[in-house]
């Protein structure tokens, strides 16, 4: 398995090199699509089936592949069906966030076999953070019994403005030129990280409401806004990979400042850092809410939950809160319409949980701020994968990402 995830030799072999990466594009398709007929697997890769069933014998000898039966079919001989071995191999999916570090392991099947585990590591600008999130996966991975060898690869979801191509954040580690090399040798495995927000669409493009879509925009409403962007089926990254910061656009007049140094950001506003804000000035100005209660008068203990929960319970001060999270949300979102013409929308994160409060004034928005003739295309639809999105788009991102 490590021979076939391990970077080449010389030039003399490259017979063995394109046998090498068929092999991985037979992984590749079978974890992104699941179980594969050998003429769909010849088709994917445009390799004749006789080629195909002969790398997949390998793969069986491997261990990494296992034929599961027959398939049906339109006539004539019925296909083999091929699929992964559950414990093949292994990928982590890592978040790490403002507020905490989120830890799970994915088996070969993209089933999550341990996690979440959560852990109370902050982002912050020192490359020691990642020392210690490593320290926790080991003993996640102790815990798990999983054989630490067959653990393939590792990816990490982050917020900054991120280069792919220099391995560069340059909101938290500027000065660090290759920091996938630098988390190489951290973790002892390869190590991809990329953005939240981009980490989150490409989960969503394989194995949420995106698949087998061409035009999508994901919105990431969570501790701050992002932006993710599938612009004819490809994840759309701009020039140096910076696309996507939609959360700081200056949208409100004399708006409150935003921790990018401009005022009025849309991030101030809808996130669920900016509700659990306005919900603490509201009450401190005097508005009577149960959240309150929920957090038994300290109101620095609340959180988009605690309004989430007052709202469910019939809260109006909460509720009305939402409806205005709603209505700049779908400001925004008109905007976006208007600029892309996408077939989907998808809203996940920790504020779209509130779904059901926030759909109806977003609606209205887009009605009153967008041309119909090209808002009417757009469908609207909250994430189904959930918070687990984070940790499985990385962990799928750095499997891809290996290989290549």
């Given at each position: 398995m490590e021979k076939l995830f391990r970077n080449p030799g010389n030039q003399s072999q490259a017979v063995e090199l394109k046998k090498t990466a068929h092999k991985k594009h037979i992984l590749r398709s079978i974890y992104f699509n699941g179980p594969l007929s050998n003429s769909e697997l010849a088709k994917s890769?445009?390799?004749?089936?006789?080629?195909?069933?002969?790398?997949?014998v390998e793969l069986i000898d491997d261990g990494l592949v296992e034929e599961l039966g027959r398939g049906d079919s339109s006539g004539g001989r019925r296909p083999n069906i091929y699929g992964l071995v559950e414990d093949g191999f292994y990928v982590v999916g890592i978040t790490i966030n403002v507020t905490r570090t989120i830890i799970s392991i994915?088996?070969?099947?993209?089933?999550?076999v341990s996690g979440p585990h959560y852990f109370p590591i902050k982002m912050q600008s020192d490359i020691e953070i990642f020392r210690q999130v490593n320290q926790k996966l080991e003993e996640v991975v102790r815990a798990s019994n999983?054989?630490?060898?067959?653990?393939l690869v590792a990816g990490i979801e982050l917020p900054g403005l991120?280069?792919?191509?220099?391995?560069?954040n340059k909101t938290y580690?500027?000065?660090?030129?290759?920091?996938f090399a630098e988390l190489k040798k951290i973790f002892g495995i390869p190590v991809f990280f990329n953005h939240d927000s981009k980490v989150r669409t490409f989960a969503e493009q394989h194995f949420g409401l995106a698949k087998g879509k061409k035009n999508v925009l994901m919105l990431q409403v969570d501790w701050g806004l992002g932006l993710g962007i599938i612009v004819n089926g490809q994840l759309y990254a701009g020039k140096s990979g910076f696309s996507g910061e939609f959360g700081h656009l200056p949208l409100a007049d004399n708006g409150v400042l935003c921790v990018c140094g401009k005022q009025g950001c849309l991030e101030t506003i809808v996130s669920a850092?900016?509700?659990?804000?306005?919900?603490r000035e509201g009450i401190k100005n005097g508005s009577s809410s149960?959240?309150?209660?929920?957090?038994?008068?300290?109101?620095?203990?609340?959180?988009?939950?605690?309004?989430?929960?007052?709202a469910n319970s019939g809260d109006q001060f909460a509720i009305s809160l939402f409806s205005k999270v709603g209505e700049w949300l779908g400001r925004g979102i008109a905007y976006l319409i208007q600029i892309f013409n996408p077939e989907l929308i998808i809203i996940g994160g920790q504020v779209a949980v509130a779904n059901q409060f926030i759909l109806a004034p977003i609606q209205q928005a887009i009605h009153t701020f967008s041309n119909r003739d090209i808002s009417n295309?757009?469908?609207?639809?909250?994430?189904?994968?959930?918070p687990k999105a984070g940790t499985m788009g990385a962990a799928a991102y750095a499997l891809e990402r290996i290989s290549k």
């Open positions: 890769i445009k390799l004749s089936t006789p080629k195909i069933n002969s790398l997949l994915f088996n070969s099947c993209n089933k999550e999983i054989a630490p060898e067959k653990i991120i280069n792919q191509k220099e391995g560069i580690f500027p000065e660090v030129n290759n920091l850092n900016a509700i659990a804000r306005q919900a149960l959240i309150k209660e929920l957090v038994n008068d300290d109101l620095d203990k609340i959180t988009i939950s605690s309004v989430i929960e007052a295309e757009t469908e609207i639809r909250f994430s189904e994968l959930g």
